[in-house]
């Protein structure tokens, strides 16, 4: 059984540089084909996906937040991570760290569903 | 990408059924068969309840089921109860590769 647990600060300065990392254990996050995801949720809002990266390095952002956002991997520690700078009051959020489904069609590659979710983290920023 | 469409809320009567709508574009939902359905309970992690707009992971009830038509994908719940009461959320598979998301649906069984 494939377990994501989040880790991290859970208070950090405005400007400063938010920083989590995601632990997975149950099987190697090299195997199958996943992608691993960042997708964080505001106290009483919505879901918002924040990117996305393959073990290969592969990343992919959110628009709105792909100046600011640096997803990375450490296959060895079966690890990957988010890096979040100049947060704001609006970055505070409950951060997921999810498994998506890659799959590879004719066309080209699609992320699928999540499959597998950590319990989330609260990151609050405060002066 | 926008957000996907859903209603803020839904409800319904023990024992009834439920449609909860998503509606998206031709980029997004109309454009591929990757709509999936979570289901969220206060202070938990969401959980996947419908893949590929109609497909049910193991485990989740076939009182859950999912179904697609044009730019509007569903989910209806049938037979509801109690524990069904929860925030859902839609989320497709977008053009340029991004995952655009639904605002969440509030549940609530009468």
């Known amino acids: 059984q494939v377990q994501l647990q989040e880790s991290g600060p859970g208070l950090v300065k405005p400007s400063q540089t938010l920083s989590l990392t995601c632990t997975v254990s149950g099987g190697s996050i090299s195997s199958g084909s996943y992608y691993w995801s960042w997708i964080r949720q505001p106290a009483g809002k919505g879901l918002q996906w924040i990117g996305r990266i393959y073990t290969s390095g592969s990343t992919n952002y959110n628009p709105s937040l792909k100046s600011r956002v640096t997803i990375s991997v450490d296959t060895s520690k079966n690890q990957f991570s988010l890096k979040l700078s100049s947060v704001t009051a609006a970055d505070t959020a409950v951060y997921y760290c999810?498994?998506?489904?890659?799959?590879?069609?004719?066309?080209?590659?699609?992320?699928?569903?999540?499959?597998?979710w950590g319990q989330g983290t609260l990151v609050t920023v405060s002066s | 990408q926008s957000a996907l469409t859903q209603p803020p809320s839904a409800s319904g009567s023990p024992g009834q059924s439920v449609t909860i709508s998503c509606t998206g574009t031709s980029s997004d939902v109309g454009g591929y068969n990757y709509v999936s359905w979570y289901q969220q309970h206060p202070g938990k992690a969401p959980k996947l309840m419908i893949y590929e707009v109609s497909k049910r992971p193991s485990g989740v009830p076939d009182r859950f089921s999912g179904s697609k038509s044009g730019n509007t994908a569903s989910l209806t719940v049938s037979g509801l109860q109690a524990e069904d009461e929860a925030d859902y959320y839609c989320i497709s598979y977008g053009d340029s590769n991004n995952l655009v998301f639904g605002g969440g649906t509030n549940l609530t069984v009468l």
């Open positions: 999810a498994r998506g489904r890659q799959l590879i069609l004719w066309f080209g590659e699609i992320l699928g569903e999540f499959d597998y």
